[in-house]
T-cell receptor, first 112, second 115 residues
Framework: DTAVSQTPKYLVTQMGNDKSIKCEQN?????MYWYKQDSKKFLKIMFS???????INETVPNRFSPKSPDKAHLNLHINSLELGDSAVYFC???????????FGSGTQLSVL | DQQVKQNSPSLSVQEGRISILNCDYT??????FLWYKKYPAEGPTFLIS?????DKNEDGRFTVFLNKSAKHLSLHIVPSQPGDSAVYFCAASATGYFGNEKLTFGTGTRLTIIP
């Protein structure tokens, strides 16, 4: 039973399209995150939500919009995709916003 | 500005020997440090952590050492096993208001254990 699951695993799309990545955790955690790993392998936080409330927004373009319908789900919607958005996106969760994160297996986004 | 640095992109170690992975940081506000392990096509998994009030933390074959004055930490794996072959990420955080601590990651070191 996967603790943090995200779909799809691979996403190939054209520039200008809009796409979504879904994430669900069954750990009962109250905090969820989106991280981006770019081509240089930097793993950087994008957003964090605590009990459906946005807590961290790391100067991410407003083309990226996270949505948390409940504390077990955090989806990421990306409008007007650009070449530079190509990366691996990881969803994660933790209890009480602690540092011990549980990560999903990642979504490889390729923008052509 | 890269606040957490792992200067060795890769490391190869003979099975049974000690693996030492290094990490340097620049932000003196960091007070909690973690190591994550990542296999291909999987997300990082938590391995071990250390608070800045300690200089050593041990968990089975894994030991993390913290040298605050040098702003340096290291992960020791003894003895190294083939299943340890993975990318290891160092991460750090600074205590903020309650909850939602933000982790800053290094770029990882790929460890290969040679049978």
């Amino acid at each position: 039973d996967t603790a943090v699951s995200q779909t799809p695993k691979y996403l190939v799309t054209q520039m200008g399209n809009d796409k979504s990545i879904k994430c669900e955790q069954n750990l009962g955690h109250d905090t969820m995150y989106w991280y981006k790993q770019d081509s240089k392998k930097f793993l950087k936080i994008m957003f964090s939500y605590n009990n459906k409330e946005l807590i961290i927004n790391e100067t991410v373009p407003n083309r990226f919009s996270p949505k948390s319908p409940d504390k077990a789900h955090l989806n990421l919607h990306i409008n007007s995709l650009e070449l530079g958005d190509s990366a691996v996106y990881f969803c994660a969760s933790s209890q009480g916003g602690g540092e011990k994160l549980f990560f999903g297996s990642g979504t490889q986004l390729s923008v052509l | 500005d890269q606040q957490v640095k792992q200067n060795s992109p890769s490391l190869s170690v003979q099975e049974g020997r000690i693996s030492i992975l290094n990490c340097d940081y620049t932000n003196s506000m960091f007070d909690y440090f973690l190591w994550y392990k990542k296999y291909p096509a999987e997300g990082p998994t938590f391995l071990i952590s250390i608070s800045s009030i300690k200089d050593k933390n041990e968990d089975g074959r894994f030991t993390v050492f913290l040298n605050k004055s040098a702003k340096h930490l290291s992960l020791h794996i003894v003895p190294s096993q083939p299943g340890d072959s993975a990318v290891y990420f160092c991460a750090a955080s600074a205590t903020g208001y309650f909850g939602n601590e933000k982790l800053t990651f290094g770029t990882g070191t790929r460890l290969t254990i040679i049978p």
